[in-house]
Structures are given as structure tokens and as C-alpha cells.
């Protein structure tokens, strides 16, 4: 019998589609003690995690993942993968979404850099959410994750830091996507002013804009664009976290 090729191509197709959809292989380990605590800060900026939308269901990222911190605020679907070596540790039928918060860096006294080394895709969780999908003593489990859309309560927030001349912003709890593509920013005497990202999910502006009522304009990695105007008024102190009642859908 002679194969169809446009048969095949489907077949070829509806696997690859599988896969996709059943998402991508990593492993995940935990940190931060039984109530999540020492999750708290980390190299996306975020501060106390509970202030800034996060709460404990969050990890900390391979470098592979956390894409210098470009990730930050994503949203990942984890659930233990039974078909691996160590998979007799999984807690079938589980899985957990968790937030990008951190940064797992690479141990470069282990082979390879250890589970966080180039090229690996690994979720170092927040322990309350690893124990949702793998049995505590096993320590690491073979994973499956899949990036998803976020669910936030609450609309973005927007956290100042830096000097008179120098604005250093946090970018809050965005739906969506979760993270930040572009950001600017506009005081009440200025035009919009594009700003660049220093580190984690901090923008920054070298622009003087003490005593002047600020704005934002942020475009998601999803590719929605959002302004949020008159956010902070003309009073604003470094060191102050406002928030807003809007947020991204995509």
C-alpha cells in the first residue's frame, strides 16, 4: 500500500501538536522553607511577594528560562512527569501554576553549572507549590511545564525607587502574559519617555521628574498596550508603590 505524503504530513503535524500542548520537559526542586518565606525578594525585584501580587505559588527560573529577566512575572502550568527516571515521586493526576519571581542561577562548582546550567530548563518552587506535585523526599522531580496566561487580582502597580535624576520602576502583577515587553513613562510637564530595563522587572529613565504627577504606558510581551495615566500624583516619594485598576488580558 502506498503511503499518502499529505497523510503523513497530517500525522506529522497532529504529534508535533501533542507535544506542544502537552508541554515541554524540565525538572524542579524547592526552596524557601514549609510557608514559602524565603521566596520573598529575588531577581525580579518584586519585594514582599504578597504586596506585589505574587503570594507563594512562584519560582525561580534556570538562566535558560529567565531569559535575563525578561520572564519575570510569567506564568508556568508544572505538573510531574511519571514517565521519567524519578517519576515514582510524582502526585499523579496534580499539577500547579506558579509565577516567575526569581532567578535559580547556575552552580558552576557542579558539573555542568547543576540543574540551573546552560541549557537546562529547570523550576527551582517555592516548597508549598512543589509539594502540590512530587513527595517531599525525593528533593527533585522530572517535570512537564507549559507557559500559560495570568490570572491577577487587581490591576498593575508601579513601585519607585532611584535618585532625582534617575527613576528605577517596578513593573507589578500584570495579567496576560505576565511580563513586560516596552514600558515608558510621562511626568505632568514631559512627553512620553521610553524607558530600558536595568534588571529583573526594573525599567528605568534618566529623567528628572521629582514634584511632577507621573504616568505609565506599558506593552506586554503578549503585545497589548496599556496607559496608565495619572498614576502618581505630584506628591509621589521614592520608595512608594501605587497601583491601578487596570490590567493585561494577553
Avoid at 538562566?63 to 508544572?78: N, P, V
Avoid at 535618585?163 to 500584570?174: A, E, K, R, T
Wanted: glycine share 16%; aromatic share 12%; with cysteine.
Amino acid at each position: 500500500m502506498v503511503k499518502s505524503p499529505i497523510l503523513s504530513t497530517l500525522v506529522l503535524a497532529a504529534c508535533v501538536a501533542l507535544a506542544t500542548a502537552q508541554g515541554s520537559p524540565g525538572t524542579a526542586t524547592f526552596y524557601g522553607g514549609a510557608d514559602g518565606s524565603g521566596t520573598m525578594g529575588g531577581a525580579c525585584g518584586y519585594g514582599n511577594l504578597y504586596d506585589s501580587g505574587y503570594g507563594v505559588l512562584n519560582a525561580a527560573l534556570s538562566e535558560t528560562l529567565f531569559s535575563d529577566g525578561a520572564s519575570c512575572g510569567q506564568c508556568y502550568t508544572i505538573s510531574c512527569d511519571g514517565s521519567r527516571p524519578g517519576g515514582e515521586y510524582c502526585k499523579p493526576g496534580t499539577s500547579i501554576t506558579v509565577s516567575a519571581t526569581n532567578l535559580c542561577p547556575a552552580n558552576y562548582a557542579l558539573p555542568n553549572g547543576g540543574w540551573c546550567g546552560p541549557g537546562r530548563p529547570h523550576f527551582d518552587m517555592a516548597q508549598p507549590a512543589w509539594e502540590h506535585i512530587g513527595v517531599y523526599q525525593a528533593g527533585i522531580i522530572p517535570v512537564v511545564y507549559q507557559q500559560v496566561k495570568c490570572s491577577r487580582g487587581g490591576g498593575v502597580r508601579f513601585s519607585i525607587a532611584g535618585c532625582n535624576y534617575f527613576l528605577l520602576i517596578n513593573i507589578q502583577n500584570l495579567g496576560g502574559s505576565g511580563s513586560v515587553g516596552a514600558a515608558w513613562i510621562k511626568g505632568d510637564s514631559t512627553g512620553w519617555i521610553q524607558m530600558s530595563r536595568n534588571w529583573g522587572a526594573n525599567w528605568q529613565a534618566l529623567a528628572g521628574l521629582v514634584g511632577q504627577g507621573l504616568s505609565f504606558a506599558v506593552t506586554s510581551t503578549g503585545g497589548q498596550y496599556i496607559q496608565f495615566l495619572n498614576v502618581v500624583p505630584a506628591w509621589w516619594q521614592f520608595g512608594e508603590t501605587y497601583t491601578t485598576n487596570q490590567n493585561f488580558y494577553y
